[in-house]
């Protein structure tokens, strides 16, 4: 079976890890400071704090900006849940819009609607490794005078132009091992705002900058530099495995039949954490590819609004069109960059034949 995810570690994650082992530091210490160094420098941003996981990113963004109970956060239903959890671990309400059909990514033409005087930030979802609309979307949040935070958690290196997914507002990444690059578990936060990087650090480490003395109640967010170490041997591979990726899906865009294959917003580098695919018959097409030896997943089969906690929180009766749409139709295929080309062509031999099987989605019809 092709499987839908493959870490790559190899003999330099091994060595650091060993090295840091051996130096006695286990938790964050100075590799933790190098990795941050080297990341916010590889997005292009002053500033990087380094966390426990993405979860813990996004969750100290928003306290970072002050955001809390009676306040309000504008994110998309078509996300992992952590997005809107985070939202919801700060006391605020998370509003979710709708996302636009073509890039799975929030609709910015919906975004002035949502917004009321509650309203404290723009969080959108940099989905499957393709940027949201954020120069748009920095247009509004500057104009209505909110925070900007974008979950980049699977957007690593993508890019509008020549600026990177996480150098608008604050960016948060997930560094878990299916990402473009892992670190075990482990987050980043990235921003050029010096006073939201102080602050997230202090309420990383309970409040503490002097050893004991606790300003704020804050959390244990933090990273350790084991996971950092596996970090910095990982972040030397990015550019090498997100360009195996984008190779990979420019071959799928070629040659796959009968299938709406992703569409990638002109000037934008996407980096495929995903190459997902709209289909006919999903669940169905799903179990056509396993049997063809092709593992494949849906990203997401239940969109946030009706998630067992949210219904509880009265969101059940919400209606999200596009999301309800493509989380019908979505399937994601094997992209990452361990494949080798045989199993490239198995996957699209496999996809191409199952579609044959259960035929074309009207493309037109669906983009509604
Ligand atoms: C879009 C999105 N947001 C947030 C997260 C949370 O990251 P983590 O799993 O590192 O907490 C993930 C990762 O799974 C994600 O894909």
Redesign the pocket.
Known sequence: MIPIARPQLGEEEKRLVWETMESGLLAQGPRVREFEERFAELIGTSHGVATS???TA?HLALLGYGIGPGDEVITVPF??I??ANSVLYTGARPVLVDVDARDFNMDPALVEAAITPRTRALMP?S?YGQPAQMDVLAEIAERRGIALIE?A??SHAASIGERRSGTWGAGTF?F?PTKNMTTG?G?MLTTDDGELAERVRLLREHGMKVRYHHDVVGWNFRMTDIAAAIGLAQIEKLDGYNARRREIAARYDAELRGVVTPYVRPGVTHVYHQYTIRVRERDAFAEALKARGVGSAIYYPIPVHRQTPFVALGYGSESYPVTELLTGQVLSIPVHPSLSEDEVTTVIQAVNATASELGTLEVEASRA
């Open positions: 996981s993405g979860t996004l996300t992992f952590a997005s979802v989905l979950d958690c699977q997930s878990y578990e987050g």
